[in-house]
């Protein structure tokens, strides 16, 4: 089945810089890209998504890329604040297959 | 409430014996997973069940079987529970008719202990 590769494991940042998490998929037909977030003692909880049909998407301070050729994509958290500690999973899904998700990012973001 | 509903939330048993969780959404999705989620935070698909159809099931031990009474429950046995069954389970539900990449709706997850 779709294996997703996540990188890193663990990110700690300052307060107010940007934030990068990388993932990459195998199955060139893999088509919707969903990043979560999942708080201590909660459920995982869709933040961003992106199709194939797009390169980027941005909504507030979250922007996600996606470059198909290179079977990637990535989330950027730009002036990160101590709320957006978390584990983070992106995953990948063909058509309405169930999503594969990568092994989570674990962010800490310091004051 | 329109979400995702899973019980119990916690569940302590010893190896051998059976448990069952539930799962119901009221979100009028027409398909649910049940992922396992072991100790080191990795999403691991088991099961999806579409219109009371299993469309995905993954390699998992025979123990594991989906229950499915209509497309909002979707129900997890496990027969006889091992050690490395301890895990959190997550329920989650998609759209999957009309709209392809539907947003997947999780659960709040039970946590299986097994002693």
């Known amino acids: 089945g779709e294996q997703v590769e996540q990188l890193p494991s663990i990110l700690r940042v300052q307060e107010g810089s940007s934030a990068s998490i990388n993932c990459s998929y195998e199955?060139?037909?893999?088509?919707?890209f969903p990043w979560y977030k999942q708080e201590p003692g909660e459920n995982p909880k869709l933040i961003i998504d992106i199709r194939s049909n797009m390169e980027r998407k941005q909504i507030q301070e979250l922007i996600v890329l996606l470059d198909k050729k290179a079977k990637r994509f990535s989330l950027h958290i730009t002036d990160t604040q101590p709320g957006d500690s978390a584990m983070y999973f992106c995953?990948?899904?063909?058509?309405?297959?169930?999503?594969?998700f990568g092994a989570g990012t674990k962010l800490s973001v310091k004051p | 409430e329109t979400a995702v509903f899973q019980t119990p939330n916690y569940h302590v048993t010893q190896v051998g014996n059976e448990v069952s969780f539930n799962c119901k959404q009221t979100?009028?999705?027409?398909?649910m997973y049940w992922y396992k989620q072991d100790s080191k935070k990795l999403l691991k698909i088991m099961f999806s069940y579409n219109n009371k159809q299993l469309i995905v099931n993954e390699t998992v031990p025979r123990r594991f079987s989906p229950q499915s009474s209509d497309k909002a429950h979707l129900n997890l046995r496990i027969k006889s529970v091992e050690p490395e069954d301890s895990a959190v389970y997550l329920c989650?539900?998609?759209?999957?008719?009309?709209?392809?990449?539907?947003?997947?709706?999780f659960g709040p997850g039970t946590r299986l202990t097994v002693l």
């Open positions: 995953a990948a899904s063909k058509n309405n297959n169930a999503p594969r």
């Open positions: 979100l009028g999705h027409d398909t």
């Open positions: 199955d060139s037909a893999s088509n919707y």
């Open positions: 989650a539900s998609r759209s999957r008719t009309g709209q392809n990449y539907a947003e997947q709706f």
